[in-house]
């Protein structure tokens, strides 16, 4: 995949432009990095000194717009000890253990990634076997959804008393204190400038040139210091967390404030937790288990929240999984208004029903996916079958339901894992019957769908005149 950003003046020949009907060879013209001119190859006329390249008929993509991320996060997470690959609770001992010796006592050391879901032998992580992994250092293994985890026993005494849903006995963690880890041990700031960095040139390798992203204060100021330095090609979507709602209203920010590249968008908000940690809200409960999952607000604390972020012209991004979840933010919705016009958004919405997707069209909300989760999880057998009642495995991620309503519908990553080849290819391949959506719907979603979301859709997203010169070639999907 070969990606364009900011070429200033450039002659793209011979290629095939995507969403263009008829595919017929094309030439575009690009002067200070927007899209000038785009004519039948041959047409636009010789233009002495004028840089070019020769696409030789091949396909021309919009740049990718990845529209959940957590990509300061992602950044981290390649610094940390990798535990994707794991295939079994020894294996992860053993990533664990290779990866302890590599750093010195006393530090505190995260684990990122594993899924036991696609473990065939389910033996739950043991603190004991944590504590003699990594006697001298903290530990915390974070789960793939990062709403659950472990930690050892060096790492619990770290964790506060009154932090929610630890289990001191088994080293279990739940909910805030695994996905917000770093408030017990922050990371440097060297680490995140250098994470940051690593992130940017993933990006620029899958082809993404817009990026969506969830920061506290401490991330969205290495963004800022990141992005005075070095300047780097992205254009980067930000939403604050909850936490910091009334800080952020009172300095009055509307949504859009910023630059080309970094712009503030509003508020992320989660309502419920994981399928995979059994904490996503429905409304029966998960096989085997005596839970339905836990809506992380009541009623009014949520009420109130929606609306002060929507009286103060900021965007919602709301974590919405389960159905019971859904139901709450579309009647919260209902009882204290909303404006149209900030576009707020749902993200997940994975076991949404068809009486919920009908009134989100109706309401005008958008529909964030991230059809990786499809690839990862919606397999018969997979964790979807594996934790949820029938139905609502029939009625997991229903892309093609909401893309025939037409609800503008956004597509991301959520990083698991970043890029969006994999997330496209599981959409098609989406194997609920009828649930698969088209090649070209796929990547639509992953480009105006994400411009829209991010009120972009006039520059971004589209290879039209007029509009920026961020674009991809050079792509081969698997289907
Ligand atoms: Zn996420």
Redesign the pocket.
């Given at each position: 995949m070969r990606r364009i950003f900011n070429p200033g003046n450039l002659l793209i020949k011979n290629c095939k432009i995507f969403g263009k009907p008829g595919y017929k060879a094309s030439d575009i013209l690009i002067e200070n990095n927007i899209i000038k001119k785009i004519l039948p190859s041959g047409k636009i006329g010789k233009l002495p000194a004028l840089k070019s390249i020769n696409l030789k008929g091949n396909m021309i993509y919009p740049g990718f717009n990845d529209a959940?991320t957590?990509f300061m996060w992602l950044g981290l997470k390649m610094l940390r000890i990798n535990l994707d690959a794991s295939e079994s609770v020894d294996d992860l001992y053993n990533i664990v253990s290779e990866a302890v010796k590599k750093y010195e006592n006393g530090k505190p050391l995260i684990g990122e990634g594993y899924d036991e879901s696609k473990w065939t032998n389910k033996t739950p992580i043991s603190k004991k076997k944590l504590d003699e992994l990594a006697p001298n250092n903290p530990l915390v293994l974070r789960r793939v959804c990062?709403h659950r985890g472990y930690a050892n026993t060096n790492a619990l005494k770290k964790i506060p008393a009154d932090c929610m849903i630890v289990k001191r006995d088994t080293g279990e963690l739940f909910e805030d204190v695994v996905l917000y880890i770093h408030r017990i041990f922050p990371p440097s700031e060297d680490e995140l400038m250098l994470g940051l960095s690593k992130a940017i040139k993933l990006a620029e390798k899958e082809g993404v040139t817009s990026i969506t992203d969830?920061v506290n204060k401490g991330y969205f100021n290495i963004y800022q210091k990141y992005f005075q330095k070095y300047k780097p090609k992205l254009r980067v979507s930000l939403y604050f967390v909850a936490a910091l709602m009334d800080e952020i209203i009172g300095t009055g920010m509307l949504t859009g404030f910023g630059n080309e590249y970094l712009k503030i968008r509003g508020i992320k908000v989660f309502t419920d937790g994981s399928i995979g940690a059994y904490t996503a809200a429905i409304y029966k409960n998960y096989i085997g288990k005596k839970t339905k999952g836990i809506l992380i607000y009541n009623s009014k604390k949520l009420e109130s929240l929606i609306e002060k972020v929507n009286n103060n012209n900021l965007q919602l991004m709301i974590?919405a999984i389960g159905d019971r979840a859904i139901q709450q933010v579309l009647d919260t919705f209902n009882k204290v208004g909303y404006s149209r016009k900030l576009r707020h958004r749902l993200?997940?919405i994975e076991l949404v029903s068809d009486k919920q997707l009908k009134k989100i069209k109706e309401m005008g909300l958008i529909a964030s996916m991230?059809p990786n989760f499809v690839g990862e999880w919606s397999g018969p057998g997979e964790m979807y079958d594996q934790r949820l009642p029938e139905y609502y495995y029939r009625q997991n991620n229903p892309i093609k339901k909401i893309s025939k309503l037409k609800i503008p519908m956004a597509f991301g990553s959520?990083?698991m894992p970043f890029g969006p080849k994999y997330g496209i290819e599981s959409a098609v391949k989406h194997p609920i019957p009828g649930s698969e959506i088209n090649l070209n719907r796929a990547i639509e979603a992953y480009t105006t769908g994400s411009a829209f979301a991010e009120h972009e859709e006039k520059i971004k997203g589209k290879i039209k005149v007029g509009y920026l010169a961020d674009l991809v070639y050079n792509i081969k999907f698997n289907i």
């Open positions: 959940h957590h990062g969830v974590h993200e997940h991230q959520d990083c």
